[in-house]
């Protein structure tokens, strides 16, 4: 089992940046594919980045080219790294991990709130 918490939330102004972190406690963390989600008030929670066990990365378009996610498995930890926030960027941002293919299980963070102003 995964234990998930994030760190790194805040407000910040349009253009500003912000470093999302997710701690991982358990064993084989390494294994996992770990992506950021982030559900903005009445909308639907979305993939907004993903890296793969092998460190293969996915964006969403909309943050294409200012998001960047990695991960320090000796740390056990993910990073999301934004750079010239939007204000649609705004949301709670969840850290998710999950391994398998056939049952995938998921893991899930508390998330941590985003609010960046115009």
């Known amino acids: 089992q995964v234990q998930l918490v994030e760190s790194g939330g805040g407000l910040v102004q349009a253009g500003g940046s912000l470093r999302l972190s997710c701690a991982a406690s358990?064993?084989?963390?390494?294994?996992?594919?770990t992506g950021w989600y982030r559900q903005a008030p009445g909308k639907q929670r979305e993939l907004v980045a993903s890296?793969?066990?092998?460190?293969?990365?996915t964006y969403v378009d909309s943050v294409k080219g200012r998001f960047t996610i990695s991960r320090d498995n000796a740390k056990n930890t993910v990073y999301l790294q934004m750079n010239s926030l939007k204000p649609e960027d705004t949301g709670v941002y969840y850290c998710?991990?999950?391994?398998?293919?056939?049952?995938?299980?998921?893991?899930w963070g508390q998330g941590t709130q985003v609010t960046v102003s115009s």
């Open positions: 358990g064993s084989a963390f390494r294994l996992y594919a």
């Open positions: 890296i793969t066990s092998g460190d293969t990365t």
């Open positions: 998710n991990a999950n391994i398998g293919r056939t049952t995938r299980l998921d893991y």
